[in-house]
């Protein structure tokens, strides 16, 4: 891996994650009732926008590329699980008003949440082997919920 071009590719990339996350959060929309799905699932997509931005950040700031690239794999995949929800809830909010609810909220915020701590244990684990193992079924579990 060049070092170089990591760096670079996330310098470019990290702005216009930034720029966008913020504009689809605070930028005005005209103020009528009809456009009230459109700015939540907007506000959605900024907040998914600004999840990845936070972890090019630390990809940018900590280089965790390049000392434990498990680990990376790891953030990623934690990463990735919840803006999946991000992006499906906000693009499902346009098809139908009512998708959000603050039952569905909690489920997939305990869903990621469940994620994450067990990608925080696979980092524990002993062998490499389980390590890869476990981080597999992890994989698998985020293209199920993808």
């Known amino acids: 891996m060049n070092p170089s071009l990591y760096h670079d590719s996330l310098n470019l990339a990290l702005p216009l994650l930034l720029f966008f996350g913020f504009h689809m959060l605070l930028a005005r929309v005209p103020d009528k009732k009809i456009f009230g799905n459109y700015l939540l699932s907007r506000r959605m997509m900024g907040c998914a926008l600004l999840l990845l931005a936070a972890n090019y950040s630390v990809h940018l700031f900590c280089t965790i590329r390049l000392w434990n690239l498990h680990a990376t794999i790891l953030m990623n995949m934690v990463t990735y699980f919840l803006c999946y929800w991000f992006f499906s809830a906000a693009m499902m ?54």
């Not at 139908?96 to 997939?108: A, C, E, G, L, V």
């Not at 994620?115 to 994989?139: D, E, I, Q, S, Y």
């Open 93 to 146: 909010t346009l098809l139908k008003p009512n998708y959000i609810s603050q039952k569905r909220f909690t489920f997939h915020i305990c869903l990621w949440l469940s994620f994450t701590a067990l990608a925080a244990l696979v980092c524990f684990l002993p062998t490499p082997l389980t390590r890869n193992t476990a981080t597999v079924l992890l994989a698998v579990w985020l293209v199920a919920y993808g």
